[in-house]
């Protein structure tokens, strides 16, 4: 694989190598993958060069007003961000998620979580110095 040199990168679709990974390593549907975008940097990992990959969600970027269009814009809006990651030279692929876990409503936190792409996870939904039920 021989890596293009890119200083600004345009937003484009997810490549289907990193769309298949994502899939597989986080569970995610296909319809959420299938929106997502991202940007792509050249970059260096351990000292050797990489692909660096950015994605974010278009759908969320226009809920909260923003546009993004360079990496910098994402560097300025980090809660857009939803995997950061690189390919490298010999093709492996690496991600880490950096969606938000946890939402909050009217000053409290749910014990749903709910990840982009995954549904609901039902935590515990005891109250503080409530025994729980089973």
Not at 43 to 50: M, S
Request: charged letters at 35%.
């Amino acid at each position: 694989m021989r890596l293009r040199v890119r200083k600004n990168s345009e937003v484009k679709k997810l490549p289907e190598s990193v769309q298949n990974y994502l899939r597989r390593q986080f569970m995610l549907q296909w319809e959420y993958v299938e929106g997502l975008r991202c940007l792509e940097t050249d970059g260096l990992f351990r000292e050797q060069p990489v692909r660096r990959v950015r994605v974010f969600s278009p759908a969320l970027a226009r809920k909260n007003r923003l546009a993004i269009r360079t990496t910098l814009d994402l560097e300025l809006h980090p809660e857009i961000l939803a995997f950061e990651g690189h390919i490298g030279e010999e093709g492996k692929i690496y991600f880490a998620d950096r969606r938000t876990a946890v939402r909050k409503a009217g000053g409290t936190q749910h014990r749903t979580k709910r990840l982009p792409g995954l549904g609901v996870i039902h935590g515990n939904t005891a109250r503080k110095g409530e025994k729980e039920t089973k």
